[in-house]
T-cell receptor, first 118, second 113 residues
Framework: GAVVSQHPSWVICKSGTSVKIECRSL??????MFWYRQFPKQSLMLMAT?????????EQGVEKDKFLINHASLTLSTLTVTSAHPEDSSFYIC??????????????FGPGTRLLVL | EDKVVQSPLSLVVHEGDTVTLNCSYE??????LLWYKQEKKAPTFLFML????IEKKSGRLSSILDKKELFSILNITATQTGDSAVYLCAVIAGGTSYGKLTFGQGTILTVHP
């Protein structure tokens, strides 16, 4: 089956620092990757859609200068939380859609990254 | 705006009970509906439903979609404590080619021994 990894799984950082989270598709090529954020006891909220080789599409209300997304290859997308603040503390999850997958096909989720900003 | 609503939000049952989780949606250009189970980490895929009236089964779990009434149900029979989790319903819709998921709020299922 399709496997998606995320690194790191846990990050604790000081306010004002930047944090980079990696999302990798291990056994398939992912043309499209999605980044979600989940606050405690809430559902997943899509932050942005990332397509390999092009700029990410951000959802309304998500600051693109604060959440930098790079999808440089078919197996790697990164999310950088710049100048992180305590309110950015959350569970960040990526998912990937396979190369050639038609719209409507399922996405495969990474294990998530818990970010705590002190 | 695409909308996915799950009910109930929370459910507490005893082992052996049967539960039915509901998911209704209002979306433009529906493609598929998916069910996920989330424990402590990221969601794990359960089912994807595209056509009405065709039941999908996996062990004690089953799901069906009604595209006319715009809802889906997820059934779990003979529940076990290991079924305790958040169950998420999501829909792929819209005119983009990216297939983004819109999630419902989730149903928190707690199964007591």
């Amino acid at each position: 089956g399709a496997v998606v990894s995320q690194h790191p799984s846990w990050v604790i950082c000081k306010s004002g620092t930047s944090v980079k989270i990696e999302c990798r598709s291990l056994d398939f090529q992912a043309t499209t990757m999605f980044w979600y954020r989940q606050f405690p006891k809430q559902s997943l909220m899509l932050m942005a859609t990332s397509n390999e080789g092009s700029k990410a599409t951000y959802e309304q209300g998500v600051e693109k200068d604060k959440f930098l997304i790079n999808h440089a290859s078919l197996t790697l997308s990164t999310l950088t939380v710049t100048s992180a603040h305590p309110e950015d503390s959350s569970f960040y999850i990526c998912s990937a859609r396979g190369h050639g997958a038609v719209v409507g096909e399922t996405q495969y989720f990474g294990p998530g990254t818990r970010l705590l900003v002190l | 705006e695409d909308k996915v609503v799950q009910s109930p939000l929370s459910l507490v049952v005893h082992e052996g009970d049967t539960v039915t989780l509901n998911c209704s949606y209002e979306v433009t250009n529906f493609r598929s509906l998916l069910w996920y189970k989330q424990e402590k980490k990221a969601p794990t895929f359960l089912f994807m439903l595209t056509s009405s009236g065709i039941e999908k089964k996996s062990g004690r779990l089953s799901s069906i979609l009604d595209k006319k009434e715009l809802f889906s149900i997820l059934n779990i029979t003979a529940t076990q404590t290991g079924d305790s989790a958040v169950y998420l319903c999501a829909v792929i819709a819209g005119g983009t080619s990216y297939g983004k998921l819109t999630f419902g709020q989730g149903t928190i299922l707690t199964v007591h021994p």
